[in-house]
């Protein structure tokens, strides 16, 4: 069923274990994982980057987003992610998005509030939900070591950007990096439960690709309520592939059910580890 990110995260944050949201860039993904949520009995969070829409317009991506979601048995947003510039937010708004992360991260503090602020009401007043970000999460092929202490997240200045923005969640900076690691980051799950304890709202782990089990269990433990994937999923995808025709498969008609095979298998680890019954 088609559904914001209040109606999956509230309840998550409240049972103190988390969501994943996996974006996609084709049906063939999109289908993937929310049968993957079919089957955990979970709810999910189907999205797409900015930047991906280069690979396929906004409006192609919708029309196949919002049949999936609509006739999943499971609770799923359709959410625009890392989107930093306003009429892209506005567009996905009105073309039916569900939620939107709108990121001006990249700007001072008091302009990120004001052009946060000034989409949390747009959203909110057609039913949508908002997740925006402080602090910067970094590509990890730019990562040179830890992340500095000065581009993460400020559990006070989380707290006053929640209350001023009127924000539905938060993704924040606390030592991951979004693609391939070269090795894994080190997690401030100190600097979470504080944010969490702070901010009061669902907080979002961007680049859960490619992190350890145990950091995965250890962030949700600390207070993460979302934690974001695609890495993971692509790889698994193009391995999925790889395998079919390797294995002699010729055609795409016999190769999707491989690709649909590995990442369903791939999602349902991942939505594993945010249960914290497993």
């Not at 000034?118 to 990890?140: D, K, M």
């Not at 969640?169 to 980051?185: D, F, K, N, R």
């Not at 395998?243 to 795409?252: D, H, I, R």
Request: net charge negative.
């Amino acid at each position: 069923m088609l559904t914001n990110l209040n109606d999956i995260l509230r309840p998550a944050l409240k049972d103190g274990r988390a969501v994943a949201q996996f974006n996609a860039i084709t049906a063939t993904m999109a289908r993937a994982v929310i049968e993957a949520a079919e089957a955990a009995n979970q709810p999910l969070v189907l999205g797409i980057e900015e930047k991906q829409l280069s690979l396929l317009d906004m409006e192609d991506f919708i029309s196949f987003a919002l049949p999936i979601a609509r006739r999943a048995a499971v609770p799923v947003a359709v959410h625009l992610d890392h989107c930093s510039r306003r009429e892209v937010v506005l567009a996905a708004l009105k073309a039916g998005f569900t939620s939107v992360n709108y990121d001006c991260s990249k700007a001072g503090f008091e302009e990120n509030v004001s052009q946060v602020a000034e989409i949390s009401a747009i959203a909110h007043s057609c039913g949508a939900t908002v997740e925006a970000e402080l602090g910067h999460v970094p590509l990890a092929a730019d990562l040179q070591g830890d992340l500095d202490d000065a581009d993460m997240t400020l559990p006070n200045e989380a707290r006053d950007f929640v209350w001023r923005t009127g924000v539905d969640a938060l993704g924040i900076s606390v030592g991951t990096a979004m693609g391939t690691y070269q090795t894994q980051p080190k997690l401030d799950y100190d600097r979470i439960r504080a944010i969490s304890e702070t901010a009061r709202i669902p907080l979002t782990l961007h680049g859960g690709s490619g992190l350890s089990d145990k950091a995965l269990r250890q962030a949700v433990e600390a207070g993460i309520t979302k934690v974001n994937f695609f890495t993971d999923i692509d790889i698994a995808a193009a391995q999925g592939i790889i395998f079919a025709v390797n294995s002699g498969v010729s055609t795409m008609s016999e190769i999707l059910p491989y690709e649909c095979y590995a990442i369903r298998v791939q999602a349902a680890e991942k939505l594993r580890l945010m249960d914290k019954e497993q």
